[in-house]
């Protein structure tokens, strides 16, 4: 089976401050991981996607996320937080045999501090 | 390419009657499509899966008779809320898989029974 613990319910940095969103993840089999952003009243946004290629995976919005077989992680990262990141964060993992299901993390919120 | 659509995007319905939700692949044909629940400051929760001329796979706990799901074409499935009551106030999200096995969300329903 497969499952996803996002570490933090809430996250705040200072603007301009790195961010770090924290994501294990648990499969019987090779995942392909994703992150999601949500902004208030809004649809989801895929930030950036992990599929057995590259380790370290560039997103949009200077996002970034490395897959860590050895630690099951796949942390969300950025350099330096934008007012405009303030949202909710979802880390999102699946198999992609069978039922194609997505499973989801219960998200972090991330608040930007001027 | 991969846009899902929803509508309506928000509803306000009465109490006992029904309403009808759209979603919409744009521009691919989608044998399977989703359906999530999301609860206000919470991650999404799986209602059922839809898949194009076959009965939808419904989550355990998910009411099948309150939630019908058609998938009638390769690019619409619709979630009709039967007997609507306020417990039923909720953003429901749909997704649409695409050739890859990735889902493409849809931006999202606000439905509120009064």
């Known amino acids: 089976a497969q499952s996803v613990t996002q570490l933090d319910s809430h996250v705040s940095v200072s603007e301009g401050t790195p961010v770090l969103l924290r994501c294990n993840y648990s499969s019987s089999y090779s995942p392909s991981l994703f992150w999601y952003v949500q902004h208030p009243n809004k649809g989801l946004q895929l930030l950036l996607k992990y599929t057995s290629a590259a380790t370290l995976v560039k997103g949009i919005n200077g996002f970034e996320a490395e897959f860590k077989k050895s630690e099951t992680s796949f942390h969300l990262t950025k350099p330096s937080a934008h007012m405009s990141d303030a949202a909710e964060y979802f880390c999102?993992?699946?198999?992609?045999?069978?039922?194609?299901?997505?499973?989801f993390g219960t998200g972090t919120r991330l608040k930007v501090l001027a | 390419g991969a846009v899902v659509s929803q509508h309506p995007s928000w509803v306000i319905c009465k109490s006992g009657t029904s309403v009808k939700i759209e979603c919409r692949s744009l521009d691919f044909q989608a044998t399977t499509m989703f359906w999530y629940r999301q609860f206000p400051k919470q991650s999404l929760m799986l209602m059922a899966t839809?898949?194009?001329?076959?009965?939808?796979?419904?989550e355990q706990g998910v009411e099948k008779d309150k939630f019908l799901i058609n998938h009638a074409s390769l690019t619409l499935s619709t979630l009709t809320v039967t007997s609507a009551h306020p417990e039923d106030s909720s953003f429901y999200i749909c997704?649409?898989?695409?050739?890859?096995?990735?889902?493409?969300f849809g931006p999202g329903t606000r439905l509120t029974v009064t």
């Open positions: 839809s898949n194009e001329g076959s009965k939808a796979t419904y």
């Open positions: 999102v993992v699946t198999v992609p045999t069978g039922t194609y299901k997505y499973i």
């Open positions: 997704s649409a898989l695409g050739q890859l096995y990735e889902q493409y």
